[in-house]
């Protein structure tokens, strides 16, 4: 059964000829329409509210088009579908199948693409697997592995440089570490570096004055006659003969306690100095560096009497350790 026909079997009528709708409309009021306007008060008691009530109800009753009952007799289905047909279970089903094989392959293909090997520079016509080192797989020989080798790490150098000069770029300077101060303002780690190197070359400076002042005029004529040597050295020659001026001179000078002919040698000056000086001749205060007092000194010790304070201790602590070790050995 069609729509159609459902609905005018359900809730369609065929509607009365047109006399008999007539006929019942008339019964609706006594007078004649021509007569003229009839005021009627439905209020009026006395009236007969059972047959106002059965005329309202016919009054507001549906009205029935002239055309319902030629639909009703229509056999056409007047409804259109909009779209495909719902497909019957023999269809889904088919579609289920095709859907579920069509996934399966799918699942199959990711597979076998993750378990194949790794295809590098298939943009740039390459597509040969390549392993982890950059060589290529199966058998070559050892100068085709170095090249394709030395060829990745040409790469993996220029993709660093294009990033910066130093490898990072901009990364390497997001990187580096930021010193902050108490008040939270950024310290320049390379200012305080220079500082720190400046204030270290000012104490070393500092220090070697220091030093320099501190010697007196022997170990500085000592560190020129050294010095002197050095540069003497340059131009000495490789093997020195005994016939050499400079090594006899150098020999002849140099003082040994256990020579017998010392002193018949002439050309050494009895009486001189370490600079070639006379020395002075007569007692004097020793003092801690050994230094004898110059040739013109005239024996008045100018001194704050340190030297002598400085022995006197030294002596007095040595003689205290003696007489310690003696009253421990007689217990």
């Given amino acids: 059964m069609s729509l159609a026909d459902y609905l005018a079997k359900n809730y369609l009528t065929a509607d009365a000829p047109s006399e008999k709708r007539s006929k019942k409309r008339k019964r609706k009021g006594t007078a004649d329409p021509s007569a003229g306007l009839i005021i009627a008060d439905d209020d009026t008691p006395g009236w007969n509210t059972s047959t106002n009530a059965s005329s309202r109800d016919e009054d507001e009753g549906p009205t029935m088009a002239g055309h319902t009952a030629s639909f009703r007799k229509s056999k056409q289905n007047a409804w259109k579908p909009v779209g495909s047909a719902a497909p019957t279970n023999a269809d889904q089903a088919a579609a289920d199948a095709i859907i579920a094989s069509a996934a399966a392959d799918r699942a199959a293909f990711a597979q076998a693409a993750e378990d194949a090997p790794v295809i590098e520079n298939a943009d740039d016509g390459d597509s040969v697997a390549r392993m982890e080192s950059g060589a290529h797989a199966g058998l070559q020989t050892a100068e085709q592995i170095a090249a394709q080798m030395r060829r990745k790490k040409e790469a993996e150098m220029a ?3 294009s990033l910066g000069d130093d490898g990072g770029g901009a990364s390497s300077k997001a990187r580096e570490t930021i010193y902050r101060d108490a008040s939270g303002r950024i310290i320049n780690v390379a200012m305080k570096r220079a500082e720190a190197r400046a204030k270290a070359d000012a104490e070393a400076k500092k220090a070697a004055e220091q030093a320099e002042e501190a010697k007196g005029d022997v170990q500085r004529r000592e560190q020129a006659a050294r010095r002197q040597q050095l540069q003497d050295a340059k131009y000495m020659p490789l093997a020195r003969r005994a016939d050499d001026v400079e090594i006899n001179e150098e020999l002849r000078e140099r003082d040994r306690w256990n020579d017998p002919a010392a002193q018949f040698i002439s050309a050494k000056k009895e009486g001189r100095g370490a600079g070639g000086k006379p020395a002075y001749k007569g007692a004097a205060a020793p003092n801690r560096y050994g230094i004898r007092p110059g040739y013109r000194w005239d ?30 050995m007689d217990e």
């Fill in 159 to 161: 993709s660093l440089q």
């Fill in 299 to 328: 024996g008045v010790d100018r001194g704050n009497g340190f030297e002598k304070e400085w022995f006197g201790a030294r002596n007095r602590r040595a003689n205290l350790e003696r007489l310690n070790y003696e009253w421990q």
